[in-house]
């Protein structure tokens, strides 16, 4: 069964609180979406940016150079940008457990770009609305009160948070339905017959 949009909300309150931090240092929005979208998707490959970026918001001197590696990555996700293909970005990179760095954007910068423009228009379209959060500030803050009074009635979850939450956007490829990103750890050697073993047997 589909999530409901209260749902999607409740699970990427750390996404939203990242975004709207980006705000508040002054990110624009546009800037600020692909960002939290970014580490959404570095979150499918098991790599966790959201947790340790919330754990620093608050130093202004770590976010203000985070946000100019994130511009540096987005500029290389460009297609035709050679001059950030050779950024350094060691904030990310520590912050990633040292499994990124600029070089892994540059090479699967198309990948990327489609994963960016899936989940913004996908689950990006309640993440990033001020409205639906709003709402769900509201829900929780009633649901808070009620406990405190110790009442029996719950609020009603508003119809607008109530809704499943289908995808929507873009459709993927054949291509995004069979491709896979396995990172590990400079000096680890695997092979392609090891990886297709683990996972067919």
Known sequence: MAPTVKDVLTFHKIDRAVYEKFLAYGMVHDKARKAVALFLWLEQLGIDMTTPIHNIINNVTKISTLITEIDAVLCCLQQNDHEHSYYEIPLITS??????????????????VRGLVFLIDGI???????????LLRSYESEVAAAARRS???RPQVP???????????CV?????????YITMRRGVLIGRD????????
């Open 159 to 169: 119809p607008a948070l109530a809704k499943l939450c289908t995808p929507a956007g």
């Open 151 to 153: 009442s029996a009635v």
């Open 124 to 134: 990006g379209r309640h993440v990033f609305d001020g409205y639906e959060y709003g």
């Open 95 to 112: 912050l990633a457990k040292n499994s990124i760095d600029i070089h892994f954007f540059n090479l699967h910068k198309d990948s990327i």
């Open 172 to 180: 993927l490829s054949s291509e995004q339905k069979r491709s896979m």
């Open 194 to 201: 090891e990886i297709i073993q683990h996972f067919t047997a």
